[in-house]
């Protein structure tokens, strides 16, 4: 993973934790050869905190459609059914051939007692299958969130981690 993203607006945490090997197993019918990625990334702004996750699975991508799809169920699945409140979206960001799939979730993680609403967009391609999940800040409404403006975003983002 690149040490910075979206032309230098978030910087990665090197303390994040390892990418899992299990999400490259369960997406093995999927993806040939699968290496598991992941990366957290700060934002670099005095204005602004954020956290954004790149959660990921390298290799060949048998079809796309369907490894997206299969990767949102398995991490929907890993992260205790969040419930979806907005979208999902298929959006085709202004420039690019290739569309996201975005949604807005409420997250609930039991483990550690904390709740709340994230934005995410994924994406499959014939070497990637990619979720950007940004963490949205508790003031922040779901229906606030400018999904066409996460898609722009994770576009860059894309184009900074695209496997080749």
């Known amino acids: 993973m690149p040490e910075s993203l979206a032309h230098g607006h978030y910087r990665r945490d090197h303390d994040a934790a ?3 090997q299990a999400l490259a197993d369960l997406m093995a019918g999927q993806v040939e050869h699968p290496t598991p ?3 957290a990334y700060e934002v670099v702004s005095q204005q602004q905190a954020g956290l954004l996750t790149v959660t990921g699975v390298y290799g060949t ?3 796309p459609v369907t490894a997206r799809d299969e990767f949102l169920q398995i ?3 890993r992260d205790n059914e969040p419930r979806t409140v907005s979208g999902p979206r298929t959006i085709t960001p202004p420039g690019s051939q290739e569309p996201l799939q975005c949604r807005v979730i409420y997250v609930t993680h039991p483990d ?5 609403w994230d934005a ?3 994406w499959a391609d014939a070497a990637t299958v990619a979720t950007v999940r940004e963490v949205l800040l508790s003031k922040v409404r779901p229906d606030d969130v400018d999904l066409d403006a996460l898609a722009r975003e994770v576009n860059a983002i894309r184009n900074d981690v695209r496997a080749s």
């Open 18 to 20: 390892d990418p899992e």
């Open 37 to 39: 990625v992941f990366g």
């Open 61 to 63: 991508v048998l079809s």
């Open 75 to 77: 991490l929907d699945r």
């Open 112 to 116: 550690v007692g904390d709740h709340g």
């Open 120 to 122: 995410e967009c994924t």
